[in-house]
């Protein structure tokens, strides 16, 4: 039966979430929870989808960390400031 609202282990999975939207990746992650729920419903879970689900827990909290980190407006932001102000 197919299930427009989870993704099986079966069906296919990005391999790289990177490129996808931030929409997409909460669509994706939304699909396999409801996934992983139904499937501890019926036995145990696969391990395929626990593999999704930490895979995309991980890029959303990679995109979260990057949302998060303000932007530097001048220099590299690497670079070690030595806190002595110019011309003064």
């Known amino acids: 039966m197919?299930?427009?609202?989870r993704i099986t282990p079966e069906e296919l999975f990005p391999a790289d979430l990177t490129?996808?939207?931030?929409?997409?990746v909460e669509v994706l992650n939304s699909k396999v929870r409801r996934e992983l729920d139904a499937e501890y419903l019926d036995s145990n879970p696969e391990p395929?989808?626990?593999g999704r689900l930490e895979e995309l827990?991980?890029?959303?909290?990679?995109?979260?960390?990057?949302?998060?980190?303000p932007p530097h407006e001048t220099g590299d932001p690497l670079e070690p400031?030595?806190?002595?102000?110019?011309?003064?």
């Open 2 to 5: 197919d299930h427009n609202s």
């Open 19 to 24: 490129i996808l939207d931030d929409t997409e």
């Open 48 to 50: 395929e989808t626990e």
């Open 57 to 69: 827990t991980t890029e959303l909290n990679r995109r979260d960390l990057v949302t998060a980190q």
């Open 81 to 88: 400031t030595t806190g002595i102000c110019q011309g003064e």
